[in-house]
């Protein structure tokens, strides 16, 4: 199988601007979560979509939205960009109804970086 | 509320020499526990976790951790460090109900030749 892919893997966008990232699961996860690491915070949960839902949320402004697919694709949108919100973005799959896994199994991450 | 504490951030251990890197949780409930390891520019990889059953779970690479109840840990141990071992690990705690991976802040771990 292939794994979780993310896209793009580097972005470089300035203050006031959007963004949006995209993560491609496992082939049969239906879970889809996204984190957020920086250097001061570690890693953050931002959101876990499943089955097109949004069935947990982390402590993030608004500005932090997310999406998930009928095809279990998901998308990660951050609007009016602040120098803060640079970080790299990981995208976890998990759950596959076959093998009723538990682990998340993560993409490689998108760097953002706002200027 | 869940919570996972990584006391140390970095762990400095010779090659060859066993190495701990220490991780406590505190959660309502059966705790599911794990463990990712971060190379450097790479997503996380996941090593271990525990779910029920032996309290000594192993993992990839040769790793291992161990479940304390009583003391809420689950430390992650090697008995013979690598230097290819060096990155930064991540422990984590979630329910199983809501997929929802809590992390703590990370250990880099530094194995010196």
């Known amino acids: 199988k292939a794994g979780v892919t993310q896209t793009p893997r580097y972005l470089i966008k300035t203050r006031g601007q959007q963004v949006t990232l995209s993560c491609s699961p496992i082939?049969?996860?239906?879970?889809v979560s996204w984190y957020q690491q920086t250097p001061g915070q570690g890693l953050q949960f931002l959101f876990e979509?499943?089955?097109?839902?949004?069935?947990n949320k982390g402590n993030f402004p608004g500005r932090f939205s997310g999406r998930q697919f009928s095809n279990s694709r998901s998308e990660m949108n951050v609007s009016t960009l602040e120098l803060g919100d640079s970080a790299l973005y990981l995208c976890?799959?998990?759950?596959?109804?076959?093998?009723?896994?538990?682990?998340?199994?993560f993409g490689q991450g998108t760097r953002l970086t706002v200027v | 509320a869940q919570s996972v504490a990584q006391p140390e951030d970095q762990v400095n251990v010779a090659e060859g020499n066993p190495l701990t890197v220490k991780c406590t949780y505190s959660?309502?409930?059966?705790?599911?526990l794990f463990w990712y390891v971060q190379y450097p520019n790479r997503g996380l990889q996941f090593l271990l976790k525990?779910?029920?059953?032996?309290?000594l779970v192993k993992g990839s690479y040769g790793f291992e951790a161990e479940f304390n109840k009583s003391q809420t840990s689950f430390h992650l141990k090697k008995p013979s460090a690598l230097v290819s071992d060096s990155a930064l690990y991540f422990c984590?705690?979630?329910?199983?109900?809501?997929?929802?991976?809590?992390f703590g802040t990370g250990t880099r771990l530094q194995v010196f030749p």
């Open positions: 976890a799959s998990s759950w596959d109804p076959g093998n009723m896994n538990t682990e998340a199994f």
């Open positions: 082939s049969g996860h239906r879970s």
């Open positions: 979509y499943f089955s097109e839902t949004q069935r």
């Open positions: 959660v309502s409930g059966n705790p599911y």
């Open positions: 525990y779910i029920t059953g032996d309290n």
């Open positions: 984590a705690v979630c329910r199983l109900d809501t997929d929802k991976l809590i």
